[in-house]
């Protein structure tokens, strides 16, 4: 059994590849948790591929736009193909429902602390209210090969398998 959070794609995605160094969320990781391996879970949601192009164009302007907590170097590549994927539509080659990776949790950050590592402009990845309080470093990633499907849940929750 392991302790797993669903997280919506592409951020799920990100993370996988070590472009997302922090998985930010309105409360602290149980104390429990810090230290321990946590399956990521793409959720079922299906991209919005005007959150992927906002993304996009934020982290190709530094300066200029408000920029998300990502690596550019990893990120700008699994935009770039999911935009080129489907001009109109959303990608499809993202797993939605499944397991993709592990990853062990550092000890949290306020979301500021964590916005100061990538500079004046970066700030919060999402539109929900609260969701920048705290930063949890996702350390040590170890990719699921092939991604594992999975049923999600809000909050942790526990998967049945192992990564």
């Known amino acids: 059994m392991m302790k797993a959070l669903t997280v919506w794609q592409p951020w799920a995605s990100l993370i996988a590849i070590g472009a997302k160094p922090y998985e930010f ?6 104390a429990s948790l810090i230290g321990q391996r946590l ?5 079922a949601r299906p991209m919005k591929r005007s959150e992927v192009l906002a993304l996009r164009i934020n982290l190709a302007n530094p300066g200029r736009y408000p920029t998300a907590c990502l690596r550019p170097d990893l990120a700008i590549p699994l935009l770039d193909r999911i935009l080129q994927q489907h001009k109109s539509a959303v990608a499809s080659f993202l797993p939605l429902s499944h397991i993709l990776c592990a990853a062990t949790v550092g000890e ?18 999402s539109d929900r209210e609260g969701t920048f309080n705290w930063g949890w ?24 398998g192992q990564c």
Do not use: T, V, Y
Not at 39 to 43: C, W
Not at 108 to 125: I, L, M, T, Y
């Open 25 to 30: 969320r309105g409360w602290r990781p149980p």
């Open 39 to 43: 399956a990521i879970h793409a959720g």
């Open 108 to 125: 949290p950050k306020s979301g500021d602390e964590c916005a100061r590592e990538f500079g004046e402009n970066a700030g919060n990845d």
């Open 137 to 160: 470093p996702m350390l040590d990633i170890a990719l699921l090969e092939p991604p594992e499907p999975a049923r999600g849940a809000q909050g942790i929750w526990n998967w049945s």
